[in-house]
């Protein structure tokens, strides 16, 4: 009903145009017309028209600026739903993760080291914005995979594997309508194909593989590694970049491995920074309190285990 009403206010609009463009077209031929007979009355005639006519383009002017505005609110209408789509897949996403402890935030991690991969990479900043988004939905095809399969403590089937190959595709399908996503698209349509063409779905290799595919496959497989799963327990950080680094370049873009490693290791000096800060900060408290502490106190309890885990 929206929708026909507005063809209808757009027909109305063209024809106020038109109407405008031939009421000015007739006045300009009886001014000529006029001007080759030196008729008085035809002059006339003409200043008449061309008076309408005035008035006929100040119509055509009010009517262009309402198509213009008209424009403008679809457009900000359409932005409008689209987003609050994205948002209620992103709801669902957390919702379904949230079932288990092994899939809770996975999408949000990966969606935020795709960007940051990305940032490494030097890429513009709004596709790195975007990859981000797309990696918190990147994996919204897996509601159609059957939850048994998901959750299998073995290897997957013949048959049971086939039907977790589609997610990347039915997820491409749901995300499609989302115009604002469309350059990051293949990321999420391609995320598990590798470079050497034994990926998934379409079999596609090398150049082949758009880079924000290529980004999104190694945040993917990173996360995937380093927490747990019902087949398997969570490898160490380092290892899993190691890991990354030996499927690579057959398996992985080995730039992207190479960024995520230097991501990796940016975070790691950032939390040293943090807990040197921290020694810092105990040892002033200790000069102002005038007495001395054992050396170690104000380390948070673990973290050096932590930073040599992950380091």
Same mark, same amino acid.
């Given at each position: 009903? &929206?929708?026909?009403?507005?063809?209808?206010?757009?027909?109305?609009?063209?024809?106020? !145009?038109?109407?405008?463009?031939?009421?000015?077209?007739?006045? &300009?031929?009886?001014?000529?017309?006029? &001007?080759? +007979?030196?008729?008085?009355?035809?002059?006339? +005639?003409?200043?008449?028209?061309?008076?309408?006519?005035?008035?006929?383009?100040?119509?055509?002017?009010?009517?262009?600026?309402?198509?213009?505005?008209?424009?403008?609110?679809?457009?900000?209408?359409?932005?409008?739903?689209?987003?609050?789509?994205?948002?209620?897949?992103?709801?669902?996403?957390?919702?379904?993760?949230?079932?288990?402890?092994?899939?809770?935030?996975?999408?949000?991690?990966?969606?935020?080291?795709?960007?940051? &991969?990305?940032?490494?990479?030097?890429?513009?900043?709004?596709?790195?914005? +975007?990859?981000?988004?797309?990696?918190?939905?990147?994996?919204?095809?897996?509601?159609?995979?059957?939850?048994?399969?998901? #959750?299998?403590?073995?290897?997957?089937?013949?048959?049971?594997?086939? =039907?977790?190959?589609?997610?990347?595709?039915?997820?491409?399908?749901?995300?499609?309508?989302? #115009?604002?996503?469309?350059? !990051?698209?293949?990321?999420?349509?391609?995320?598990?194909?590798?470079?050497?063409?034994?990926?998934?779905?379409?079999?596609?290799?090398?150049?082949?593989?758009?880079?924000?595919?290529?980004?999104?496959? !190694?945040?993917?497989?990173?996360?995937?590694?380093?927490?747990?799963?019902?087949?398997?327990?969570? +490898?160490?950080?380092?290892?899993?970049?190691?890991?990354?680094?030996?499927?690579?370049?057959?398996?992985?873009?080995?730039?992207?491995?190479?960024?995520?490693?230097?991501?990796?290791?940016?975070?790691?000096?950032?939390?040293?920074?943090?807990?040197?800060?921290?020694?810092?900060?105990?040892?002033?408290? !200790?000069?102002?309190?005038?007495?001395?502490?054992?050396?170690?106190?104000?380390?948070? =309890?673990?973290?050096?285990?932590?930073?040599?885990?992950?380091?």
């Amino acid at each position: 009903m &929206i929708k026909r009403l507005r063809k209808i206010k757009f027909r109305a609009s063209g024809h106020a !145009v038109v109407r405008s463009v031939s009421i000015s077209a007739v006045a &300009i031929a009886l001014a000529v017309y006029a &001007i080759v +007979l030196h008729s008085a009355s035809v002059v006339v +005639l003409g200043a008449v028209i061309l008076l309408v006519a005035a008035g006929a383009i100040l119509q055509v002017g009010a009517a262009v600026r309402e198509l213009h505005d008209e424009k403008e609110q679809t457009r900000r209408s359409a932005e409008r739903a689209e987003h609050h789509y994205f948002k209620v897949l992103r709801r669902i996403v957390s919702a379904v993760e949230a079932r288990e402890p092994y899939t809770r935030g996975r999408s949000k991690r990966i969606g935020f080291l795709a960007r940051r &991969i990305g940032e490494e990479m030097h890429l513009d900043r709004d596709t790195c914005r +975007l990859l981000d988004l797309a990696g918190q939905v990147h994996d919204i095809g897996l509601l159609a995979v059957p939850e048994y399969i998901l #959750n299998k403590p073995s290897r997957l089937g013949h048959d049971e594997f086939r =039907a977790v190959k589609k997610h990347a595709d039915v997820a491409f399908r749901i995300l499609e309508p989302l #115009n604002f996503l469309s350059s !990051v698209l293949p990321a999420i349509r391609y995320h598990h194909e590798r470079m050497n063409g034994t990926g998934y779905p379409y079999g596609m290799s090398a150049d082949a593989i758009p880079q924000t595919a290529c980004i999104m496959a !190694v945040a993917d497989a990173y996360d995937a590694m380093t927490h747990d799963r019902p087949h398997r327990a969570a +490898l160490p950080p380092i290892e899993a970049i190691n890991e990354l680094r030996r499927c690579s370049p057959e398996g992985y873009d080995a730039l992207c491995v190479k960024a995520l490693g230097e991501v990796m290791h940016m975070r790691h000096l950032q939390a040293a920074n943090d807990l040197s800060d921290s020694d810092e900060e105990a040892s002033r408290e !200790v000069s102002v309190k005038g007495h001395s502490e054992p050396p170690g106190a104000g380390v948070p =309890a673990g973290s050096a285990s932590e930073l040599a885990e992950a380091s």
